[in-house]
């Protein structure tokens, strides 16, 4: 019956927490990727919440012409695309991915780090 189980293999960190615990076991490190991902999701988080509802203009002073301008098909009520920037400073890796909404004055609608 052992040999059943022999490929059954629990990796230290769910063995622990199944059999109650390791104080002396130390902290998982953050590996490359995961610390790349976090700086990616602060600066979505931050970029989001300066640009989102600001006029595309208010862009365009700040990050000049963008490198590509991408139009989204006609699905959605309203006609959008989506503006984008490569090589910015402090992008934490990041194509910097604008979605402007048209009507009116268009406005940047949404924020995406790529």
Same mark, same amino acid.
């Given at each position: 019956?052992a040999?059943?189980?022999r490929?059954?293999r629990?990796? %230290?960190p769910? =063995?622990c927490?199944?059999l109650?615990?390791?104080a002396?076991m130390? !902290?998982? #490190?953050p590996?490359?990727?995961?610390?790349a991902?976090?700086?990616?999701d602060?600066?979505?988080q931050?970029?989001q919440?300066?640009?989102?509802g600001?006029?595309y203009e208010? %862009?365009?002073? =700040?990050?000049?012409?963008?490198g590509?301008i991408?139009?989204?098909p !006609?699905? #959605?009520p309203w006609k959008?695309?989506?503006?984008?920037?490569e090589?910015q400073?402090?992008?934490?890796?990041c194509v910097?991915a604008f979605?402007v909404?048209?009507?009116?004055q268009?406005?940047i609608?949404d924020y995406?780090?790529?």
């Amino acid at each position: 019956m052992a040999s059943r189980y022999r490929s059954l293999r629990l990796s %230290l960190p769910l =063995a622990c927490m199944l059999l109650g615990g390791c104080a002396g076991m130390p !902290a998982a #490190r953050p590996d490359s990727r995961n610390a790349a991902a976090h700086a990616r999701d602060l600066r979505e988080q931050r970029m989001q919440s300066s640009w989102v509802g600001h006029p595309y203009e208010d %862009l365009i002073r =700040a990050f000049g012409a963008p490198g590509m301008i991408m139009n989204i098909p !006609a699905y #959605r009520p309203w006609k959008a695309s989506v503006v984008v920037y490569e090589g910015q400073q402090d992008n934490a890796g990041c194509v910097d991915a604008f979605v402007v909404e048209h009507g009116g004055q268009p406005v940047i609608y949404d924020y995406f780090c790529r």
